[in-house]
């Protein structure tokens, strides 16, 4: 069997070309594979247009000696072609599936802040019973952000810019909105209310939010101090994850990086345990410190990892498929567990050691199983996550996540619950506004503000990482599966 391999020629249209703003062009170049008739060649997951999802393949490179993997392309009028596929040069494209998860974990989260709001003013237990368990959110970014940073620092390994660029883009999407609102909330509201007694609290606890190490404070002193900005110990959680990750990615093989990814989250249940144990009633803690929710970061991190494994890049490594076999009984496990610690009154903890110990991680497992799915594009979790509605929440769910919290004193005023017949439509209406308005200042934040700094990070772009030596030539003929989407993270 004759295979030609090699980039489609200018007129093949535009489906034929990489939207990988990064990609350079090459001239053309056309290698010959001769495989023996007894080899079997199946199809594996190829590498799709992101713009109509037609199948096409993308212009690739290909070096001299480079290792090639055998497949067909879908819906092909019989031509096989080859996946070419350096690590270095595997596409970067954007997932919109992704988006739709950081969509889904906003709107959690929002959707939480805003009935506990609401249940505090016009309790509905039936309500409260279900969306109080809306933090889970949290979660759910945790276990994204370890997907996607990992995957961007272990695409970049072997950059001579591998650190500096990483530091600097992230530098450039997450300080200037995060410290212009510490800025804001505690610096310049308290001297416009000098008599507001939650703006000083936040302006006293201020050197914790400078320094992006509020979770510890809220640990240290078991109760959450910071009023109105109380979410950004999450923030706090992901910056010192940015700041130790980078530097272990680089040193470590993949597979020793995968082992301690999963050493690591088994560890984080034996530290809140242990926090339990340790010091009982300090149940804050087990919430908010770092080595607490790492299982969710790492869980992530090491589908990352054991994706860049596996032949096409494609979601088939024991990881990626146990955990969405995994993620139904997992989070049916954790609503369970989650019921029983279901706080009686708004205010309390409402944990156990149970629910504090072991639920993290089964919502973790879950979500990572739900990041799995979404990689693999005919699946209802795929089509749904690329819902343009998931997808707008999730394009600016930063601003989303910081504004919403502190602007609940204004959704109070504008809609009195109470003054409304029935409890519900005036809870309704409470979360569709303060949902609206939350959004509305999230658009203008990203466009008018977030924007001008994220226009610089294309001065900031890794330098091709080295090949990892080819230990072999290999023709790769994994069995047929459903259509993949590109599975490497977007560059945000």
């Given at each position: 069997?004759?295979i030609?391999?090699?980039?489609?020629?200018?007129?093949?249209?535009?489906?034929?070309?990489?939207?990988?703003?990064?990609?350079?062009?090459?001239?053309?170049?056309?290698?010959?594979?001769?495989?023996?008739?007894?080899?079997?060649?199946?199809?594996?997951?190829p590498?799709?247009?992101?713009?109509?999802?037609?199948?096409?393949?993308?212009?690739?490179?290909?070096?001299?000696?480079?290792?090639?993997?055998?497949?067909?392309?879908?819906g092909?009028?019989?031509?096989?072609?080859?996946?070419?596929?350096p690590?270095?040069?595997?596409?970067?494209?954007?997932?919109?599936?992704?988006?739709?998860i950081?969509?889904?974990a906003?709107?959690?989260?929002?959707?939480?802040?805003?009935?506990?709001?609401?249940?505090?003013?016009?309790?509905?237990?039936?309500?409260?019973?279900?969306?109080?368990?809306?933090?889970?959110?949290?979660?759910?970014?945790?276990?994204?952000?370890?997907?996607?940073?990992?995957?961007?620092?272990?695409?970049?390994?072997?950059?001579?810019?591998?650190?500096?660029?990483?530091?600097?883009?992230?530098?450039?999407?997450?300080?200037?909105?995060?410290?212009?609102?510490?800025?804001?909330?505690?610096?310049?509201a308290?001297?416009?209310?000098?008599?507001n007694?939650?703006?000083?609290?936040?302006?006293a606890?201020?050197?914790?939010?400078?320094?992006?190490?509020?979770?510890?404070?809220?640990?240290v002193?078991?109760?959450w101090?910071?009023?109105?900005?109380?979410h950004f110990?999450?923030?706090?959680?992901?910056?010192?994850?940015?700041?130790?990750?980078?530097?272990?990615?680089?040193?470590?093989?993949?597979?020793?990086l995968?082992?301690?990814?999963?050493?690591?989250?088994?560890?984080?249940?034996?530290?809140?345990?242990?926090?339990?144990?340790?010091?009982?009633?300090?149940?804050?803690?087990?919430y908010?410190?770092?080595?607490?929710?790492?299982?969710?970061?790492?869980?992530?991190a090491?589908?990352?990892?054991?994706?860049?494994?596996?032949?096409?890049?494609?979601?088939?490594?024991?990881?990626?498929?146990?955990?969405?076999?995994?993620?139904?009984?997992?989070?049916?496990?954790?609503?369970?567990?989650?019921?029983?610690?279901?706080?009686?009154?708004?205010?309390?903890?409402?944990?156990t050691p149970i629910?504090d110990?072991?639920?993290?991680?089964?919502?973790?497992?879950?979500?990572?199983?739900?990041?799995?799915?979404?990689?693999?594009?005919?699946?209802?979790v795929?089509?749904?996550?690329?819902?343009?509605?998931?997808?707008?929440?999730?394009?600016?769910?930063?601003?989303?996540?910081?504004?919403?919290?502190?602007?609940?004193?204004?959704?109070?005023?504008l809609?009195?619950?109470?003054?409304?017949?029935?409890?519900?439509?005036?809870?309704?209406?409470?979360?569709?506004?303060?949902?609206a308005?939350?959004?509305?200042?999230?658009?203008?934040?990203?466009?008018?503000?977030?924007?001008?700094?994220?226009?610089l990070?294309?001065?900031?772009?890794?330098?091709?990482?080295?090949?990892?030596?080819?230990?072999s030539?290999?023709?790769?003929?994994?069995?047929?599966?459903?259509?993949?989407?590109?599975?490497?993270?977007?560059?945000?």
């Amino acid at each position: 069997m004759h295979i030609r391999i090699g980039h489609e020629p200018a007129c093949a249209g535009p489906q034929a070309t990489s939207t990988n703003p990064t990609s350079e062009t090459h001239p053309s170049l056309v290698t010959e594979v001769i495989v023996p008739d007894h080899v079997r060649i199946e199809p594996f997951a190829p590498v799709f247009d992101e713009v109509d999802g037609s199948g096409h393949w993308r212009s690739r490179f290909i070096a001299p000696g480079t290792a090639l993997r055998i497949g067909s392309a879908d819906g092909a009028a019989g031509a096989t072609r080859a996946a070419v596929g350096p690590r270095a040069k595997a596409d970067r494209g954007h997932v919109p599936a992704l988006d739709g998860i950081r969509g889904v974990a906003i709107l959690v989260v929002v959707l939480y802040h805003l009935t506990l709001w609401g249940h505090v003013i016009a309790p509905i237990e039936s309500l409260w019973l279900w969306t109080s368990m809306g933090h889970v959110g949290v979660d759910l970014f945790f276990v994204l952000s370890g997907y996607l940073i990992t995957g961007i620092l272990y695409d970049s390994r072997g950059s001579s810019t591998y650190l500096g660029t990483f530091f600097a883009r992230r530098t450039l999407r997450i300080f200037p909105l995060y410290f212009a609102a510490v800025f804001l909330f505690a610096v310049l509201a308290p001297h416009a209310a000098p008599h507001n007694p939650k703006l000083h609290e936040i302006a006293a606890n201020q050197i914790w939010l400078w320094t992006y190490t509020s979770n510890i404070a809220v640990a240290v002193k078991n109760t959450w101090v910071f009023s109105g900005v109380n979410h950004f110990w999450s923030l706090a959680v992901e910056e010192q994850f940015y700041l130790v990750w980078p530097f272990i990615v680089l040193k470590l093989e993949r597979r020793t990086l995968v082992r301690l990814c999963f050493a690591m989250a088994g560890l984080a249940m034996v530290f809140r345990w242990l926090l339990i144990a340790v010091i009982p009633g300090h149940d804050l803690g087990t919430y908010s410190l770092t080595i607490c929710r790492m299982d969710a970061l790492l869980l992530g991190a090491a589908l990352a990892l054991e994706i860049r494994g596996t032949p096409g890049r494609a979601p088939t490594g024991p990881w990626a498929t146990w955990s969405r076999r995994l993620a139904i009984p997992a989070i049916a496990a954790a609503i369970f567990v989650s019921f029983r610690g279901v706080p009686a009154e708004v205010g309390t903890s409402g944990t156990t050691p149970i629910t504090d110990v072991f639920t993290p991680t089964l919502w973790s497992i879950g979500f990572a199983g739900l990041v799995s799915a979404s990689l693999i594009g005919r699946t209802p979790v795929a089509r749904t996550m690329r819902n343009s509605v998931l997808r707008f929440f999730g394009r600016y769910s930063y601003g989303l996540y910081v504004f919403h919290y502190p602007m609940h004193p204004i959704f109070e005023k504008l809609v009195p619950i109470r003054s409304f017949h029935s409890v519900w439509l005036g809870t309704a209406v409470f979360v569709a506004v303060g949902l609206a308005l939350s959004t509305a200042v999230a658009l203008a934040s990203f466009h008018l503000f977030e924007n001008r700094f994220l226009a610089l990070k294309s001065r900031f772009r890794t330098q091709k990482g080295q090949l990892e030596p080819a230990r072999s030539p290999k023709v790769f003929a994994p069995s047929p599966g459903p259509r993949l989407e590109p599975n490497a993270a977007p560059a945000e």
